[in-house]
């Protein structure tokens, strides 16, 4: 099982929240398809994509509400 060092993820991530969601959007995904063998948790599973380099994500500009 993973350890989740928190220097080594900006390696791959702009912040630690931009780590989380996208992480966390892969487990889901993981889980919901049956995508692998849950040999590990769908979490660990993702997290180790990530550090891996495996994960590609855009960030999007959000609209902003003009008062």
């Known amino acids: 099982m993973s350890r989740i060092p928190s220097d080594e993820i ?3 991530v702009n912040d630690k929240y931009t780590g ?3 992480t966390a959007k892969r487990a889901r995904e993981i889980l919901i398809n049956g995508d692998k ?3 590990e948790k ?3 599973m993702a997290y180790d994509e ?3 380099g495996k ?3 855009k960030r999007i500009k959000s609209k902003s509400k003009k008062s």
């Open 50 to 52: 990530l550090m891996a």
């Open 55 to 57: 994960l590609k994500f």
């Open 37 to 39: 063998d849950l040999k």
């Open 20 to 22: 989380v969601i996208v």
């Open 42 to 44: 769908p979490l660990i």
């Open 10 to 12: 900006f390696k791959h």
